[in-house]
């Protein structure tokens, strides 16, 4: 049952260039997204989110975009730079009383190389 | 920068023993979790708790998982039999009221 989707399992890019992750959803009950990042033998790290009444939101080199009616988001990181390179999962909630458990896609491998 | 924190890093049980990983969420934080990845596979959600109470479980969080909040600060998961399967990254989280939630950087357990 795979509710989000991120069909990249990896993603190459040059430094100082763009990165552009992609991640589908199919629960049209999500109204929250969260972009996390994961070094291997750490914890998923906080990266950005949108919220379903928004179509962009930025944080310095972070952009997220979401298109509600294609239930498509996507996350921008410019310019990518070589310590951006890990697994970058997408994640969405639904309220649900005081709950907002995440349900994750399996994670893009993003490599930046020098 | 607060912190979600957790122990044991590693844990390594024989099949059928229990196990308590422990988890000491963000100070101000109402809302805790616990996630799972096994290996090669996504992050999955396991339970909820709220207010002193279980607020949502999913259907692997079966009757060998507990969860309990024995102080103000610590979140602890018991597995009370442990399984072959059991073996996986189990990763407790903690919000405050915003949706984000902080990850602690995850217990390994290993069930041999």
């Known amino acids: 049952d795979q509710q989000v989707k991120q069909n990249s399992p990896s993603l190459s890019v040059q430094e100082g260039r763009i990165s552009i992750l992609n991640c589908d959803y199919t629960?049209?009950?999500?109204?929250?997204f969260l972009w996390y990042k994961k070094y291997p033998a750490e914890g998923p790290t906080f990266l950005i989110s949108?919220?379903?009444?928004?179509d962009k939101n930025e944080d310095g080199r972070f952009t997220v975009f979401l298109n509600k009616s294609a239930k498509h988001l996507s996350l921008h990181i410019v310019p990518s730079q070589p310590g951006d390179s890990a697994v970058y999962f997408c994640?969405?909630?639904?309220?649900?009383?005081?709950?907002?458990?995440?349900?994750f896609g399996k994670g893009t491998l993003l490599t930046v190389n020098p | 920068e607060p912190e979600v924190t957790q122990t044991p890093s590693h844990q390594v049980t024989q099949m059928g023993q229990e196990v308590i990983l422990r988890c000491v969420p963000i100070?101000?934080?109402?809302?805790f979790y616990w996630y799972r990845q096994i290996l090669g596979q996504k992050v999955e959600f396991l339970v909820s708790?709220?207010?002193?109470?279980?607020?949502?479980k999913s259907e692997i969080f079966d009757d060998q998982f507990s969860v309990e909040r024995p102080d103000g600060s610590n979140f602890t998961l018991k597995i009370r039999s442990t399984k072959l399967e059991d073996s996986a990254m189990y990763f407790c989280?903690?919000?405050?009221?915003?949706?984000?939630?902080?990850f602690g950087q995850g217990t390994r357990l290993t069930v041999v």
């Open positions: 989280a903690s919000r405050e009221g915003d949706p984000e939630a902080f």
């Open positions: 629960n049209s009950m999500f109204d929250y």
């Open positions: 949108i919220s379903s009444i928004k």
């Open positions: 994640a969405a909630s639904a309220w649900g009383g005081s709950n907002y458990k995440l349900t």
């Open positions: 100070s101000n934080h109402l809302y």
């Open positions: 708790f709220y207010n002193n109470e279980i607020s949502e």
